[in-house]
């Protein structure tokens, strides 16, 4: 008795729990790189939010600098582009590729008027299961704040 195995199961079951290992690890990493993907706009959606609005609250106290003039009192960094541009430095999001655009009230830049600013970023997929969802590998993001000139 002492000499005698003690036995788990038949032995081709060993074969189909290690198939259904395969089957489910591919699925766990394919969710996993999704989650990261996902993950990463998530950020990228907030720093581009945090942009628009840093933009925003330069442009409605100073709302005749919204872009570098190349000298004077708009140049950089005291223009709004600038602002968007450098509101978030944490390598994520290329600030480089990101296109701003401000919004004037047909009031025009009086006190009590709405300066709106957008930001637009095309967001790089790297996941090939979410580029197939979403239809392409690029993702454009985007947000806008408004304020009051003062």
Known sequence: MDN???KCGPKR???QSLVEFALASVLIALTLAGLIDLGRAY??????TDAAGEGAAFAAY???CIYDTGWGA???PD???YRVRHASENGLVDWNNVTVGTIVSP???ISGSVITVTVEYDFQLITPFISAIVGNDL?????SAAQPIQ
């Open 13 to 15: 079951e060993w074969g």
């Open 79 to 81: 223009n709004v582009d």
């Open 43 to 48: 950020f990228t959606k907030i720093a581009i």
């Open 107 to 109: 009031q025009g830049l």
């Open 74 to 76: 708009c140049a950089d």
């Open 4 to 6: 005698e195995r003690i």
């Open 139 to 143: 993702l454009r993001i985007g947000a």
């Open 62 to 64: 100073s709302p005749n």
